[in-house]
């Protein structure tokens, strides 16, 4: 069965406390992988896509990476303004997203 | 900019009494989905529309329907709303494909007394 597990569940860090959110799956068939953020109260903004393993891509302070397991999306020196849950997603067959659970980051000043 | 754009962005409904939302898109994508997100949950697909062709969710209630009236313009109906459809509605589209990248408007959130 198709899978997407995300952790940690919740991350707080230091204004410029580089960390790493890890999203792992299991999935006949990789199709893609999404990143999205979400602010509270608003709709989930689209990040990257990466389709094969060893593909980086980067956004001012955000990396994402994929191996043939998982995805890390890395977050280098954070300000409290990347402060948002991150949510993971696959495309399925069925044009369905799966998606994880989310890493809610919190960026303290 | 291109974009997807929801209406209204907060909607208030009694018990019972049905409720359109609506989403339109600028970036002439072929798909369009609606998704629910409850409080702390993922957002959970409805239905799809790939153009005209409708794709039900095995599991989406009767309570709620769909129409795309043309390429730019979605409606969410329900019916009649239960305390337990509060939540916040996702318009999002696509361009074509099932890798394609699906981009989501703001969301309406909807709150039932």
């Known amino acids: 069965e198709d899978q997407v597990t995300q952790s940690p569940e919740a991350l707080r860090l230091q204004e410029g406390e580089s960390s790493s959110l890890n999203c792992s799956y299991t999935?006949?068939?990789?199709?893609?992988l999404f990143w999205y953020r979400q602010d509270p109260g608003k709709g989930p903004e689209f990040l990257f896509t990466?389709?094969?393993a060893g593909e980086e891509k980067e956004k001012e302070r955000l990396k994402a990476t994929l191996t043939k397991k998982e995805s890390f999306l890395h977050i280098t020196a954070p300000k409290p303004e990347d402060s948002a849950t991150y949510l993971c997603?696959?495309?399925?067959?069925?044009?369905?997203?799966?998606f994880g659970a989310g890493t809610t980051v919190t960026v303290r000043a | 900019d291109a974009m997807v754009i929801q209406n209204p962005r907060y909607q208030v409904t009694q018990f019972g009494k049905p409720v359109t939302l609506s989403c339109s898109q600028t970036?002439?994508?072929?798909?369009m989905y609606w998704y629910q997100q409850k409080s702390s949950q993922a957002p959970k697909l409805l239905f799809h529309?790939?153009?005209?062709?409708?794709?039900n969710e095995a599991d989406t209630p009767d309570n709620f329907q769909s129409r795309r009236p043309n390429t730019s313009f979605c409606f969410l109906d329900i019916r009649s709303p239960g305390l337990g459809d509060a939540a916040m509605y996702l318009c999002?589209?696509?361009?074509?494909?099932?890798?394609?990248?699906?981009?989501f408007g703001p969301g309406t959130r909807l709150t039932v007394t």
């Open positions: 999935v006949s068939g990789l199709r893609g």
């Open positions: 970036l002439n994508h072929n798909v």
């Open positions: 999002a589209t696509s361009r074509d494909s099932r890798r394609d990248e699906q981009y």
């Open positions: 997603a696959l495309p399925m067959d069925d044009y369905k997203l799966s």
């Open positions: 990466l389709y094969s």
């Open positions: 529309y790939y153009d005209k062709d409708f794709n």
